[in-house]
């Protein structure tokens, strides 16, 4: 014969599975994201042979935008962030023109640490 519980186990059983629930999913989202993070570094760093340290940045931004457009106009974050795409490749467009364009197009011999030349 089983014990009998009181009725709060069964509450606290909830309680934990929900919460066990809850945090397996935070550790989800953070191991992919973590590793969405670290491919798009590594592979402009395989590319471009530039340590590209806006990537992260443009992540954090958008995931910003993404929580302010949420709270004010409740729209699913997943959504903004769809939408919000090509306002950020044409800012990482701007960007790669902007900087690593002109760094490309210098010559080498101004891109030297101020030795001798």
Known sequence: MRPRRGPWASYLGRRIRSSGLLLAGVALTVFITTAAVTAGVSLSFGILDIVNIAHPAFIILGSYIAYIVNASLGLDPILVSI?????FYLLGAAL?????????LRKPDHMSSGGAH
């Open 96 to 104: 790669i023109v902007a900087l690593i364009a002109t760094l490309l």
């Open 83 to 87: 939408l919000a795409t090509p306002a």
